[in-house]
């Protein structure tokens, strides 16, 4: 059974900073690109950040550039999301994404979605 399970969210003022996890299992995590979305409520689903190729390659959207870093370890099958610098804009659930297919995962239809941790910034 394919298993993505979040944690680290929370409240966290302005400014502060949390590290997300995403502990996956069931498939063969170092031939999955992963990735990491948001929503917050009445707005759609966005993409946040996407690692390829073990970290060869990452991707972030402009509105976290420079704040958010997206790592993963192959020997723990867990990604990660650093998140610094937090504003009140990135309250949001945050999702741990992966797909075998580069593609499906840049277009958010990840075969594998977590449950989701949330992340509320806030003063």
């Known amino acids: 059974e394919v298993q993505l399970v979040e944690s680290g969210g929370g409240l966290v003022q302005p400014g502060g900073s949390l590290r997300l996890s995403c502990a996956a299992s069931g498939f063969t995590f170092s031939s999955y690109y992963m990735g990491w979305f948001r929503q917050a409520p009445g707005k759609e689903r966005e993409r946040v950040a996407l690692i390829i190729n073990s970290g060869g390659s990452t991707y972030y959207d402009d509105s976290v550039k420079g704040r958010f870093t997206i790592s993963q370890d192959n020997a723990k099958n867990t990604v990660y999301l650093q998140m610094n610098s937090l504003k009140p804009e990135d309250t949001a659930m945050y999702y741990c994404?992966?797909?075998?297919?580069?593609?499906?995962?840049?277009?958010?239809?990840?075969?594998?979605w977590g449950q989701g941790t949330q992340v509320t910034v806030s003063s």
């Open positions: 994404a992966a797909d075998a297919g580069l593609s499906q995962l840049v277009l958010g239809r990840a075969r594998y």
